[in-house]
Each structure stands twice: as C-alpha cells, then as structure tokens.
Nanobody, 132 residues
Framework: QLKLVESGGGLVQPGGSLRLSCTASGATVGRFAIAWYRQAPGKEKQFITCIDGNGGFGTDYSSAVKGRFTISRDDAQNTVYLQMNSLESEDTGVYSC????????????????????????WGQGTPVTVSS
C-alpha cells in the first residue's frame, strides 16, 4: 500500500522560495498519479498541482500557482517535489500530497473534479507560512 510523507514546510518571506518533498514507501511512486493540495486556515482543501502516474511526467496546475510552482518526480528517490517560487501570503496553509492509481485515465487532471475523493492515499501534511 502506498504511504506518503511530506516534508520541507516552514516560514518564508513573501517573494521567497521553498521546496516540499513527498516521499513514498510501500510502492513505486511513479505508478501513481500524485497531487499536491493545500488547506488555508478556515478554508477547504484546494488542488494545487498533479503529475501523471504509470511512468508519465505530464502535469496539471491550478491557475493560482501556474508559473510559480513546479511539480516533479525523482523515481530513484521515490519522491515527488513541489518547488514553490515567488511565494505570497495567500500561499500560506498546510500542504498535503495525495496519490491514486491511474486506472484507465491518461492524465492526473482527470481526478481533480472529484475533489479530495479523487485521491485515495494521503500524507499528514506539512505547514507553510508566508509572512514577513
């Protein structure tokens, strides 16, 4: 069974950068579609980005982070990364990675419309605070 553990969160100033890691165990992370979500205080979880499974590297991004955030996967490290640049106060929240099998789908974006239910395996989250 896929187990995911996030790390790399912390406090960063506006305009700064941070890289989050989502390390997988129990299975090969490249087989699964992996997504990043964030939950701001008092708000619902929000989709950020995802990367295809089945060995693919296709990606999808929310409009809120496109051009600033980059998702990537290192199969040798069994880890998915989220590089976050030009951070804004609105990026503050708990960031969680989530995974699921691709099934018959060819793009991870196909699962986003199901919200949190679109992904079956979740990490515990890592907090990110963007503040001066």
């Amino acid at each position: 069974q896929l187990k995911l553990v996030e790390s790399g969160g912390g406090l960063v100033q506006p305009g700064g950068s941070l890289r989050l890691s989502c390390t997988a165990s129990g299975a090969t992370v490249g087989r699964f579609a992996i997504a990043w979500y964030r939950q701001a205080p008092g708000k619902e979880k929000q989709f950020i980005t995802c990367i295809d499974g089945n060995g693919g590297f296709g990606t999808d991004y929310s409009s809120a982070v496109k051009g600033r955030f980059t998702i990537s996967r290192d199969d040798a490290q069994n880890t998915v990364y989220l590089q976050m640049n030009s951070l804004e106060s609105e990026d503050t929240g708990v960031y969680s990675c989530a995974g699921r099998s691709m099934g018959m789908e060819t793009t991870c974006g196909a699962f986003v419309k199901f919200g949190e239910n679109g992904f079956h395996y979740w990490g515990q989250g890592t907090p990110v605070t963007v503040s001066s």
